[in-house]
């Protein structure tokens, strides 16, 4: 890479206001591109996705450029519920179904991948970003018992026997409350601080002699004969290949990725710290927790004691006018005995949902790659998309042929109307959730 030419700048892309934000553990200097810049390598985009494909260039030797429009972190990899959970929002079932068997095999081999190249990152670097194992999935029906003793015999022909399901003593052993039926651990799992995951990578990203240019906003990205050009408001990188990474907060930056995915926001809060015997008597094992409905809840502890609570979705990406009006009742049916704590911090944040619930990756051009799509499972495949991105660049189109291949679905009605349909099929499934059917 050619100068420096990254200039500092104000906080003017402020975090949210969220507990994350609040307890970062790495204060960044944001540097905003200036100029020209050449590289072998630009990714677009600060957050997992181009967090992962970066070190992975950049440990294979490759000079890399990172834009980002706002900070690292800054959309959902930093506002998460910080839950290690394997897989991809949907199913080996359906993907089986939807695909074919041999595609189900291919997904299937890579149900741990994702949260593999985490802990491998965590462990390479340093990260510190309050790692603790174990993720549990809870039911509230029977019928969602049946689910999850389904998917731990699909995941077993797959490989995946981490998975224990537990009745409803098994899951009173880790959750103080009497709403579940049962559930099941998967002890490969884990939960952690995603803000501060996301700052140590791009500090390891760094250390291998990556650049990061942050409130660097992108404007367009072309081909130039064999060149890819990446246009930001104050300058260009010019690079043999451009890699896209900006998921729900890529706007309308590039028209062709636009109809593929509908930005959905998901809510959380965070309480006052809790008193380490109140804390235990909620979540006695440190788990971290999801449901199974279609929209779930999903919480876990913080470092300090805290209880994040998450869930509700809105579909088009807008933030509720009250967050903790919208979280709290979730939080105290779940816990009455948290009715009424303070709430100290409450935010919003977008994930993009495809319509098939697949993640997509592929390449508007021979040098133009892209990636997103993760459905409210981003953690994990973020990073094994951002890896695979990196071995097809390198050479290694295996793994990614096998996903650029599959068929994406637009939504009905595209963006505008697609929201209203999504709204429509959700009432649908949170009847058979609250039915049991």
């Not at 409803?168 to 884990?190: E, K, N, P, Q």
């Amino acid at each position: 890479m050619n100068a420096d030419t990254r200039t500092p700048r104000a906080e003017n892309s402020a975090y949210p206001p969220s507990y994350y934000a609040a307890s970062a553990n790495i204060a960044r200097t944001a540097l905003a591109l200036e100029g020209t810049v050449e590289a072998d390598i630009c990714v677009v985009g600060g957050g997992y996705s181009g967090l992962s494909a970066a070190i992975h260039l950049a440990e294979r030797g490759y000079d890399v450029a990172l834009v980002e429009g706002a900070r690292i972190g800054w959309g959902a990899s930093g506002r998460n519920g910080g839950q290690i959970v394997n897989g991809l929002n949907a199913g080996l079932d359906t993907i089986g179904n939807r695909y074919g068997p041999a595609t189900q095999a291919f997904v299937g081999g890579l149900l741990q991948e994702g949260a593999e190249t985490i802990y491998g990152l965590i462990a390479r670097y340093g990260i510190e970003c309050d790692l603790k194992p174990g993720n549990i999935y809870a039911a509230y029906t029977a019928q969602h018992m049946r689910d999850l003793e389904a998917k731990q015999t699909l995941w077993r022909q797959h490989g995946m026997d981490d998975h224990a399901l537990l009745d409803r003593d098994g899951i009173a052993a880790h959750v103080g409350t009497d709403v579940y039926l049962g559930g099941m651990i998967d002890h490969s799992g884990a939960h952690m601080h995603p803000l501060n995951l996301a700052l140590g990578e791009a500090r390891a990203f760094e250390s291998l002699g990556g650049s990061i240019f942050e409130e660097t906003p992108v404007t367009s990205v072309e081909k130039s004969v064999d060149r890819a050009l990446v246009h930001c408001t104050n300058g260009t990188i010019t690079a043999r290949v451009a890699v896209i990474c900006g998921n729900a907060y890529l706007g309308k930056v590039v028209p062709a990725l636009t109809p593929r995915v509908m930005p959905v926001s998901t809510q959380m809060i965070a309480t006052a710290p809790l008193a380490p015997e109140q804390a235990a008597a909620l979540l006695p094992t440190d788990k971290c927790i999801e449901d199974t409905r279609y929209i779930l809840d999903y919480y876990r502890l913080s470092a300090d004691n805290r209880l994040l609570f998450g869930g509700g979705v809105v579909y088009g990406g807008s933030e509720p006018a009250d967050i903790v009006r919208k979280i709290r009742p979730n939080m105290e049916k779940v816990f009455p005995a948290l009715r009424g704590i303070d709430v100290e911090f409450a935010w919003s944040g977008n994930f993009a949902l495809s319509f098939s619930r697949v993640p997509q990756m592929g390449r508007l051009e021979d040098n133009i790659y892209f990636a997103h799509g993760y459905s409210g499972h981003g953690v994990t495949g973020s990073h094994l998309f951002g890896r695979i991105l990196a071995e097809a660049i390198d050479g290694d189109l295996s793994r990614f042929d096998q996903f650029a291949n599959l068929r994406w679905i637009p939504f009905p009605g595209g963006r505008t109307f697609g929201a209203q349909y999504s709204t429509i099929g959700s009432w649908w499934y949170a009847l058979r959730d609250a039915t049991g059917l």
